[in-house]
T-cell receptor, first 115, second 114 residues
């Protein structure tokens, strides 16, 4: 079946612009995660949704980062007033249930470059 | 805080040899330890995982071992092939912080040479 999809795959933004990154999780998956991956590093947790509820946003680096999942399926990560340090790959993952010890399936990521 | 150390950062082996990657974690309450493979331009893909109620798990050429007392877990790839070349990440889900987020290692760039 279809995996996690993300769009756009690549995004170039000028410093100060707002961007919106979209994630389509695997159909029926309850849990959705956003991670940020800097070049040459492992992914780092940003935020977690269980259905439409954002249960953990402890990894969001600043109040310029905002995520939503209004209907419990598609999610959008928004970054306002982008800065050069925001340049990274943004990964979305989903898992079937709400327990912690289960597989998270990752999408291909959105590569964001802020000039 | 939550932390996982991964070694080595790069690993070069000859085709057919074995490769071993090791990780050490800090959260003693962790119960779930997945390994991901990431190819260039793609998202991480789960290759094997282990839960704390077992010490070893094997799937064809891939095996993972877990030592909860020492807080170590390792990935073993036997009979390596060129298509095994990629970056490998260990990870765990800590009980702290809600018990859902993955904490990743820094990655190992594996190169399998012909």
């Amino acid at each position: 079946g279809a995996g996690v999809s993300q769009s756009p795959r690549y995004k170039v933004a000028k410093r100060g612009q707002d961007v919106a990154l979209r994630c389509d999780p695997i159909s029926g998956h309850v849990s959705l995660f956003w991670y940020q991956q800097a070049l040459g590093q492992g992914p780092e947790f940003l935020t977690y949704f269980q259905n439409e509820a954002q249960l953990d946003k402890s990894g969001l680096p600043s109040d310029r980062f905002f995520a939503e999942r209004p209907e419990g399926s598609v999610s959008t990560l928004k970054i306002q007033r982008t800065q050069q340090e925001d340049s990274a790959v943004y990964l979305c993952a989903s898992s079937q249930y709400r327990t912690g010890e289960e597989t998270q399936y990752f999408g291909p990521g959105t590569r964001l470059l802020v000039l | 805080g939550e932390n996982v150390e991964q070694h080595p950062s790069t690993l070069s082996v000859q085709e057919g040899d074995s490769a071993v990657i090791k990780c050490t974690y800090s959260d003693s309450a962790s119960n779930y330890f997945p390994w991901y493979k990431q190819e260039l331009g793609k998202g991480p893909q789960l290759i094997i995982d282990i839960r704390s109620n077992v010490g070893e798990k094997k799937d064809q050429r891939i095996a993972v071992t877990l030592n909860k007392t020492a807080k170590h877990f390792s990935l073993h790839i036997t009979e390596t092939q060129p298509e095994d070349s990629a970056v490998y990440f260990c990870a765990y889900i800590g009980v702290t912080g809600g018990g859902n987020k993955l904490t990743f290692g820094t990655g190992t760039q594996l190169k399998v040479e012909l």
